[in-house]
T-cell receptor, first 112, second 110 residues
Framework: DGGITQSPKYLFRKEGQNVTLSCEQN?????MYWYRQDPGQGLRLIYY???????QKGDIAEGYSVSREKKESFPLTVTSAQKNPTAFYLC???????????FGPGTRLTVT | AQRVTQPEKLLSVFKGAPVELKCNYS??????LFWYVQYSRQRLQLLLR??SRESIKGFTADLNKGETSFHLKKPFAQEEDSAMYYC????????????FGSGTKLNVKP
């Protein structure tokens, strides 16, 4: 089941530590997205990237950072500045002329 | 501001009954709306898009601009329809952002 992958599935960190979540796609998609999913709140956009070396803040970017050095990869770093980092994180990609987002399996991050 | 509202967190129906999952939106331009579905232990995936006006797995959704709604309907629910359903709106600068509702869990009872 290729397409778009996220690793690891579960991640545990101590408070105050930065942590990086991986997102890789082999769909040759230009656009990639990071969402945070909390119970009862749906998906909220953290960052998105339309092309390599370019990315934009979403609605809840504070405490997060991203990079887009390769088309295939869009890692998300959850920094110690994120006040409530424990959540389920979803990555998605989309072809340039397409409306459909393809989602990864998600990473559940727990910070204690 | 763009916003998608799904008022029901949980919807339980019996097999064979009609089902309607509600979605309301706010958007200043011409919206592009979608329904995504997440079955148990599967990834979130696109169910249907308003522009295509097609029926997928028996589900349809009509965009009502006057009521700013995009409700998802199926005349006869099946147990395999049990899943989490998200309404989404495409917007933002260059039409590159997607806004999701909080989701409705559909439970179809035998």
């Amino acid at each position: 089941d290729g397409g778009i992958t996220q690793s690891p599935k579960y991640l545990f960190r101590k408070e105050g530590q930065n942590v990086t979540l991986s997102c890789e796609q082999n769909l040759n998609h230009d656009a990639m997205y990071w969402y945070r999913q909390d119970p009862g709140q749906g998906l909220r956009l953290i960052y998105y990237s339309q092309i390599v070396n370019d990315f934009q803040k979403g609605d809840i970017a504070e405490g997060y950072s991203v990079s887009r050095e390769k088309k295939e990869s869009f890692p998300l770093t959850v920094t110690s500045a994120q006040k409530n980092p424990t959540a389920f994180y979803l990555c998605a990609s989309r072809g340039t002329n397409s409306y459909e987002q393809y989602f990864g399996p998600g990473t559940r991050l727990t910070v204690t | 501001a763009q916003r998608v509202t799904q008022p029901e967190k949980l919807l339980s129906v019996f097999k064979g009954a009609p089902v309607e999952l509600k979605c309301n939106y706010s958007y200043s331009g011409s919206p592009e709306l979608f329904w995504y579905v997440q079955y148990s232990r599967q990834r979130l995936q696109l169910l249907l898009r308003h522009i295509s006006r097609e029926s997928i797995k028996g589900f349809t959704a009509d965009l009502n601009k006057g009521e700013t709604s995009f409700h998802l309907k199926k005349p006869f629910a099946q147990e395999e329809d049990s899943a989490m359903y998200y309404c989404a709106l495409r917007g933002g600068d260059n039409f590159n952002k997607f806004y999701f509702g909080s989701g409705t869990k559909l439970n179809v009872k035998p």
